[in-house]
């Protein structure tokens, strides 16, 4: 079956990368009292900093932060002044890798989030099919099916694993491979 990309990479990054609009940080990028608990238990402010990016884009934009990516400054400046931390902190989180592997495993027991796995691929078919019977634009279909994800705390995969290779055909055959 013939494949090609029917979100384009400038949609896909509207989804997976953090905003920077001030009221969208402030409502993404806000630390609840618990969460300000939770990173006050880390030692150093780097390691406060750190731990509290990595929950906070498992939240929003709903994916892990990669390793060596470097979130905006407006971001980093509003998640640093809730913790009394300067934002250049985060430059010296996780220079072992093996932290930052550790600190995402603890966030995903402690709060719920779950990996994109076959089974979660089973469950956002399921999800999908019946609405893309009414939506016609793909980059629409693909906004439904990542505020899904997100909202039942599946952190998102690649835009790859969701938007490479969606086959021709109806919207619904179309609705699995976005």
């Known amino acids: ?21 001030e009221r969208e940080i402030v409502r993404h990028y806000t630390l609840t009292g618990d969460d300000l608990e939770i990173v006050g238990r880390r030692r150093g402010d780097a390691t406060r900093l750190g731990f509290a990016m990595l929950l906070l884009y498992m939240r929003w934009p709903g994916r892990a932060l990669e390793a060596g990516e470097l979130p905006p400054g407006p971001v980093l400046a509003y ?24 600190h995402l495993v603890d966030i995903r027991r402690s709060h719920g989030f779950r990996a994109f796995d ?31 994800l997100r909202r039942r705390q599946i952190l998102l995969p690649s835009p790859s694993i969701l938007g490479s290779g969606a086959p021709k055909g109806s919207p619904a055959s179309r609705a699995a491979y976005l």
């Open 79 to 102: 998640v640093g002044r809730q913790l009394g931390v300067s934002p250049e902190a985060f430059a010296d989180y996780a220079h072992r890798d093996q932290t930052r592997r550790e």
């Open 1 to 21: 079956m013939a494949r090609r990309r029917l979100v384009s990479p400038e949609i896909w990054a509207g989804h997976y990368d953090a905003p920077l609009d």
């Open 118 to 148: 076959r089974q979660a691929f089973r469950e956002i078919v399921a999800f999908s099919i019946p609405i893309a019977q009414t939506i016609i634009r793909p980059g629409q279909m693909a906004g439904v099916i990542v505020d899904e």
